[in-house]
Structure formats: C-alpha cells, structure tokens
C-alpha cells in the first residue's frame, strides 16, 4: 500500500468515531498494540525532543526500506507514534520525504491535542523525515 492509501484507511477508521473520547480510545488502543522498543534503543540519540512526554524512535535501514519502532511512556503519545509508524512504516526514503501527511489534519489530530503535544507530534513527524533524508543520501 502506498503512503496515501494507508492515511486514507486511517481517514476512514477515525470517522468511524464522532465523539473524540472514541478516537482518544482508538490511540490509546494502536499505542498498546505497538511492539514493545528494546530497552537498547531507549537512549538519548533516540529520544525525540519537544515532546512533553518520553518519546523514543529507533529506525532501521534494509537497503530499500525503513523500518520503525518506537516506544513512549505516556498512552495518548504511544498511540500517536503508532499511528504515525502505521502510515510510514516499510516504505523507502524517498517515498517519506515526498509524503504530505495530510491525515493529521483530515481526522483533526492537532487541533485536539494540547499545544505541548502538538509540538510533539511536529517533533516526531520531522524525526523521522530526518532518518528518511539521512538514507535517502546514502
């Protein structure tokens, strides 16, 4: 699936849900499916700054795609990483650099967040078009 169809399945999941207590449910459910972050990868390089809560993103390179995995110890964040790692997972470089994430805006993840976590989100969102440009380059 492309970058696109993911976060229009993601549009589609969270209109599901009118009342945003449902869609708060919804992260705090994607940050518990989330795969627990090997405690090796819980260091200061990974930890992104800006974010109210402790957020981590360890990122791997195959050769052709990246791969995320991340940790946070606060849910509601857990579950925006998750979110975010869903949409951006297994596709290459170049592909997340080109990405417009238009699904934050379209199911209004910011405008519901406080401003701290909105900063939080911004910080995740360019942590990892960082790792992108990174290997886009090598």
Not at 34 to 61: A, H, M
Not at 64 to 86: C, E, N, P, W
Request: with cysteine.
């Amino acid at each position: 699936m492309t970058i696109n169809q993911i976060q229009d399945e993601v549009i589609e999941e969270f209109n599901d849900f009118a009342d945003w207590m449902d869609k708060y449910q919804m992260l705090i459910d994607l940050g518990n499916e989330l795969s627990p972050l090997d405690n090796q990868y819980k260091t200061e390089e990974n930890l992104i700054e800006g974010c109210q809560s402790r957020v981590w993103v360890q990122c791997d390179f195959d050769g052709t795609q990246l791969h995320f995995t991340a940790d946070s110890d606060a849910l509601i964040v857990k579950g925006i990483i998750a979110l975010l790692i869903r949409v951006l997972d297994n596709h290459t470089p170049q592909e997340i650099l080109d990405s417009d994430l238009y699904f934050i805006d379209a199911i209004g993840l910011k405008e519901h967040l406080s401003p701290t976590r909105s900063n939080g989100l911004l910080s995740m969102v360019k942590r990892i078009k960082a790792y992108a440009l990174v290997y886009a380059q090598s």
